[in-house]
């Protein structure tokens, strides 16, 4: 069995400050680990993936995410966000399947 | 058209009325998805086709019906549902079933039962 648990259901952040999405997971496989963006009104749209190699990802727009399989952790990150990040952000973990989180919205105010 | 194309993108049905969302890929992909998305929970996989073969059903109720006639298209057919029902419906697909694989999304069907 596995499960994801994204620990902060809402985030409102000021723009140009940095943002961190905290996503904790669990697994009796070997994992995958993948965020995605869903921007208003749209599909989700992947952000970064984890599959193997080095435990620091860096996906599109600017966030970057790390694995830390001692904390069973991946902790998504931008160092400045803009406007257009206002979005839901949703963890996945992929074992024998993919499991999304219950997702985060990030406001981002100016 | 390009990448997962979903079609209506909003509709209102009562509870007796039969209906279908539709979805096409434009990429090539050998798996397609159903998702039912409610707000503040997670993305529920409902149906996985592979290949136009389906391989996965996650005890969805009978009165959803999918229909996959080639890897391109998948169908949700739609008949008596609940207001319960009610939520945004995403298709997806990727290249095959291995996790691994990025899964690309449509905008989605919003689908209101009244």
């Known amino acids: 069995a596995q499960s994801v648990t994204q620990l902060d259901s809402q985030v409102p952040v000021f723009e140009e400050a940095p943002v961190e999405l905290r996503c904790n997971y669990s697994s009796s496989v070997s994992v995958y680990l993948f965020w995605y963006v869903q921007y208003p009104n749209q599909g989700l749209q992947l952000l970064l993936k984890y599959l193997s190699g080095s435990t620091l990802v860096k996906g599109i727009n600017g966030f970057e995410a790390e694995f830390n399989k001692s904390q069973t952790s991946f902790h998504l990150r931008k160092p400045s966000v803009h406007i257009s990040d206002t979005a839901e952000y949703f963890c996945a973990v992929s074992g024998n399947k993919l499991s999304f989180g219950a997702g985060t919205t990030v406001t981002v105010r100016a | 058209e390009t990448g997962v194309t979903q079609t209506p993108r909003h509709l209102v049905m009562g509870m007796t009325n039969k209906k279908s969302l539709k979805c096409e890929q434009h990429l090539g992909h050998n798996a397609m998805y159903w998702y039912k998305q409610s707000a503040k929970k997670p993305l529920e996989l409902m149906f996985v086709?592979?290949?136009?073969?389906?391989?996965e059903n996650n005890s969805v109720p009978s009165r959803f019906s999918p229909e996959c006639p080639n890897s391109s298209h998948l169908f949700l057919h739609l008949h008596t549902l609940q207001p319960e029902d009610s939520a945004l419906y995403l298709c997806?697909?990727?290249?095959?079933?291995?996790?691994?694989?990025?899964?690309?999304f449509g905008p989605g069907t919003r689908l209101t039962v009244l």
């Open positions: 086709y592979n290949f136009k073969e389906q391989t």
């Open positions: 997806a697909s990727s290249q095959d079933r291995d996790v691994y694989n990025e899964q690309f």
